[in-house]
């Protein structure tokens, strides 16, 4: 079974500039969460999705931060203008369900804003 | 106080060595999730618990739900097992979904051959 996908697994950009992560869940999950990983903290949950719906986003930066899943599978999470404190890991998740089910994780976006 | 607490913070064992990680959470839980992080940032589910105990390979997890207290056990330790292990809880029955974790601080530990 293939696992979370997530793209780009690096990437570099200056301050202002936007970037765009991808995820594609397990096949099947309904439920898709984003976390947000600063350097030596634990992760903070920004948003999850129920298909094509927002669940909870009540700690996204909606002012700079939007992500979307249209079609109820993969998922893209967007930054514009960025800052150099959102450096950090994007993590994305899927489980089977909203209350239920085990949680699997993708590799990670690292990013860096300089 | 957070309401879940790690310890050790960091850990260092010589290879073949038996490990634990302890949790200790404050709050009312539907289940306990054991992650492991690498140090490229990906994370992998362990375990999820919400009673007794639960093993895979080398791996063992415990939870006692009346003293809110979990722990990971690693048998026969590996250079590979170097990682950050990281405990999390999950309240769903509380308000809030499966992913809705709080978690706590990790502990690292390093495996030296």
């Known amino acids: 079974e293939a696992g979370v996908a997530q793209s780009p697994r690096y990437k570099i950009i200056e301050k202002r500039q936007s970037v765009a992560f991808w995820c594609n869940p397990i096949?099947?999950?309904?439920?898709l969460y984003w976390y947000q990983q600063i350097l030596g903290q634990g992760p903070k949950l920004l948003i999850q999705?129920?298909?094509?719906?927002?669940?909870?986003d009540s700690q996204l930066p909606k002012d700079r931060f939007s992500a979307e899943r249209l079609k109820g599978v993969d998922s893209t999470l967007k930054i514009q203008p960025a800052k150099l404190e959102d450096s950090a890991v994007y993590l994305c998740?899927?489980?089977?369900?909203?209350?239920?089910?085990?949680?699997?994780f993708g590799e990670g976006s690292r990013l860096t804003v300089l | 106080k957070n309401e879940v607490e790690q310890s050790p913070q960091n850990l260092t064992a010589q290879e073949g060595e038996f490990i634990t990680i302890n949790c200790s959470y404050s709050?009312?839980?539907?289940?306990l999730h054991w992650l492991q992080q690498h140090p490229g940032g990906g994370i992998v589910s362990l375990f999820m618990?919400?009673?007794g105990k639960k093993k895979h390979g080398r791996l063992i997890a415990t939870i006692n739900i009346q003293e809110k207290h979990s722990s990971l056990h690693i048998t026969a330790s590996h250079p590979r097992d170097s990682a950050v292990y990281i405990c999390?809880?999950?309240?769903?029955?509380?308000?809030?979904?499966?992913?809705?974790?709080?978690f706590g601080k990790g502990t690292k530990l390093s495996v030296k051959p």
């Open positions: 998740a899927s489980s089977s369900g909203l209350y239920t089910g085990e949680l699997f």
């Open positions: 096949s099947g999950h309904a439920t």
């Open positions: 999390a809880v999950s309240r769903p029955r509380y308000g809030g979904s499966q992913g809705n974790l709080i």
């Open positions: 618990l919400s009673s």
């Open positions: 999705f129920q298909n094509n719906g927002v669940v909870d």
């Open positions: 709050v009312g839980i539907s289940a």
